[in-house]
């Protein structure tokens, strides 16, 4: 407990501030993320420990991160070209230097690492930038990464104190239903604060729904994440973070959850005010 007390006092300042900064910190901060989630994926996953593997899926990842900066986020779709554009060119790769016993799946995994750490974590650089990185983006990323912060804590502490009926544990079995019903009251309260008290230029009442769709994505995110660590054999994916284990094992949750903020925002909803 007392490590993950330390590492919420340096990492939310951390956060915060360079999501109240933006470009060029928090750009820093996700980069920094996406290689470290990363190499956890990559010691997760291939059992050669071969570098190559790695650096290949870091110079993927990166490009991801860039050209999530770079984007216009209402019209250009530059970070889905860029992970488009490194499935085609890591095809060469796969043919010329996997054996050819199970390349395909192990291409598979490998190519799932930078979609899964980079393509997804880059969402939080394009909701920062909607409207120009004016303080709609600022607050709407603030908002669901309060929300994932939310869901996590009350699932946490309502499955410790009444967590009865365990919810998938060939999975991860110390995760209830009571749990995630504790994680979905705490989404939806700081949603509904949030919403009536940032200027997100849009009724509070929608921005509970963004709040809803947030909590039941980093919980499914919670689960994707101890579904790999299962696959590998590891009870954490890495020791970056006292008290939380790796990169992967606190962003596992923000990975799926700030999509679904970004597309609803994009698809479903008008911030113009």
Known sequence: MAGRLLTALVGIPLLVGAIWLGAPWLTILVGAAVLLGLREYHQMTNPTRSPVPLVLAA????????????????TNYLPHAVLGAGVLLSVPWVLVSLPRKDALVRWAVWAFGP??????????????EMDGGSDLGRDWLFF??????????????TGRLIGRHKMAPSISPGKTWEGAVGGMVCALGIALLLGSILELGTPTWQATLVGAAAGVAAQLGDLLESRLKRASGVKDAGRFLPGHGGVLDRADSIVLAIPAVYYLLKFALDTSG
């Open 59 to 74: 110079a993927w990842g990166l490009a991801i991160v860039v050209s999530a900066q770079m984007t216009d986020v209402w």
């Open 115 to 128: 979609f899964y750490v980079a393509f997804l974590l880059a969402h939080a650089l394009l909701i920062r």
């Open 144 to 157: 669901g990464i309060m929300v994932v912060f939310a869901t996590d804590t009350g699932a946490f502490f």
